[in-house]
């Protein structure tokens, strides 16, 4: 997922009905947007990509924390706070060596995937975050551009082969550059009082990777099949089932009103998902209609004058999103791997319209430090995959994988 550099407003507002996670928004002089929440599942708090394209860990990373919240039944005083930089590191490394095999033929940037952080689970490990903070570079936020632009010239100079065979050398030099960035991976640490190895902290928090599962929706595909997730940012090659859109709502419902959350990549690039957020599906004709029967003009309603990004002030008529609407989105590449975030809540609008309670990470910016309120329609316009735990799955949808 590529990170898009933004200053972002965030967004989610809570309703008394249940325990927030963030503040409540202060009423404009609009009617403005007023949520109710329906259900809300534990999240950690919300952390700061910055100046990376990292956002495919800090989700799902998210979404594993709050994995390891629901599984050992912790108080909040007990939530982990898991080393994005310590996956990151290791991915740029296994990304190093795959992008010497194809002969440079690989996306060799800063975006992953979902599978990338269960590869890395899988195969190496966790830290918490205090014991490998990836801050080593002279700031107190992450910024990875000086950081991508040396490993690619290093990697497109080993790719050239001077010697005519590559020498042993060569990944261990990655390896330092890794290191002087984003520090030494540890081999062993102390933590609670307690020593531990990643591998052995990894199998503490009882997160068990077999139990999670990849979902798609796209209509050139064979539904109820797994297929390659066909961006370039998932450079691990790793697959998704694909499912048909109504399924792929009915997967995310399931989850959330079941106690679990979600892991969601997606594409934020949409005038809709505004930086006040909000992320909708506007219909701009009949919003046009609707100003106009209001003698209003079009501009309160959107928030926005000629050539401003619109805003929106308040819930507005949204685009009626079909299978064949999703995927024209994808081929046109209008609908891009942007970015990844955690579902985590539902909500509903003063007019009864579904929204998902959405945990960016943009740091705690905007009105609602770090949240979002993202529409159904939008959910079902610009999801591109999106990872659940298999009991989170309905038991008609399991049958018709064949999964149990």
């Given at each position: 997922m590529k990170k898009i550099i933004l200053f972002a407003a965030a967004l989610l507002s809570f309703a008394a009905m249940a325990q927030p996670q963030g503040p409540t928004p202060k009423e404009g002089k609009d009617e403005g947007f007023k949520?109710?929440?329906?259900?809300?599942?534990?999240?950690?708090?919300?952390?700061?990509?910055a100046s990376t394209g990292t956002?495919?860990?800090?989700?799902?990373?998210s979404f594993i924390e709050s994995e390891v919240i629901r599984i050992n039944k912790l108080k909040e005083a007990d939530y982990p706070d898991l080393s994005e930089m310590f996956v990151v590191s290791h991915a740029y490394a296994d990304k190093a060596k795959k992008y010497i095999r194809v002969?440079?033929?690989?996306?060799?940037?800063?975006?992953?995937?979902?599978?990338?952080?269960?590869?890395?689970?899988?195969?190496?490990?966790?830290?918490?975050?205090?014991?490998?903070?990836?801050?080593?570079?002279g700031t107190d936020r992450h910024m990875h551009g000086e950081l991508i632009a040396g490993l690619k010239g290093y990697m497109d100079g080993i790719l050239k082969n001077p010697n005519r065979k590559l020498s042993t050398a060569w990944y261990p030099g990655l390896q330092g550059i890794l290191a002087a960035y984003l520090g030494?991976?540890?081999?062993?640490?102390?933590?609670?009082?307690?020593?531990y190895t990643p591998k052995s902290y990894f199998e503490s928090l009882n997160i068990n990777l077999d139990d999670y599962m990849d979902f798609t929706s796209w209509t050139h595909l064979t539904y109820y099949e797994k297929h390659p997730v066909e961006v370039a940012d998932n450079w691990r090659w790793e697959?998704?089932?694909?499912?048909?859109?109504?399924?792929?709502?009915?997967?995310?419902?399931?989850?959330?009103?079941?106690?679990?959350?979600?892991?969601?990549?997606?594409?934020?690039?949409?005038?809709?998902?505004?930086?006040?957020?909000?992320?909708?599906?506007?219909?701009?004709?009949?919003?046009?209609?609707?100003?106009?029967?209001?003698?209003s003009d079009q501009a309160r309603w959107v928030g926005a004058t000629a050539?401003?990004?619109?805003?929106f002030n308040r819930p507005?008529?949204?685009?009626?999103?079909?299978?064949?609407?999703?995927?024209?989105?994808?081929?046109?590449?209008?609908?891009?791997d942007d970015h990844g975030m955690q579902i985590y809540g539902i909500a509903k609008d003063?007019?009864?319209?579904?929204?998902?309670?959405?945990?960016?990470?943009?740091?705690?910016?905007?009105?609602?430090?770090?949240?979002?309120?993202?529409?159904?329609?939008?959910?079902?316009?610009?999801?591109?995959?999106?990872?659940?735990?298999?009991?989170?799955?309905?038991?008609d949808i399991k049958k018709k994988l064949g999964i149990k």
């Open positions: 949520f109710t929440v329906v259900k809300e599942n534990p999240v950690t708090s919300v952390k700061n990509q956002c495919w860990c800090f989700s799902s990373l002969d440079g033929a690989l996306n060799f940037a800063q975006g992953s995937s979902f599978g990338d952080l269960m590869y890395v689970l899988r195969d190496y490990g966790i830290v918490p975050n205090e014991v490998m903070t990836g801050l080593n570079y030494p991976i540890p081999e062993k640490f102390t933590y609670k009082g307690k020593e697959h998704a089932w694909n499912v048909p859109m109504d399924e792929m709502m009915a997967i995310i419902d399931y989850a959330v009103e079941n106690g679990y959350t979600v892991a969601w990549a997606s594409d934020v690039s949409e005038q809709g998902f505004t930086r006040d957020g909000i992320g909708i599906v506007p219909d701009m004709e009949a919003i046009q209609k609707q100003a106009e029967q209001a003698g050539g401003q990004r619109p805003t507005v008529p949204e685009l009626n999103i079909t299978p064949e609407l999703r995927q024209q989105g994808y081929e046109e590449k209008n609908t891009t003063q007019n009864g319209n579904k929204y998902y309670m959405v945990k960016n990470s943009w740091g705690e910016t905007g009105k609602y430090k770090g949240f979002w309120y993202v529409s159904e329609a939008y959910v079902k316009y610009k999801t591109m995959d999106f990872m659940v735990h298999k009991d989170a799955i309905p038991k």
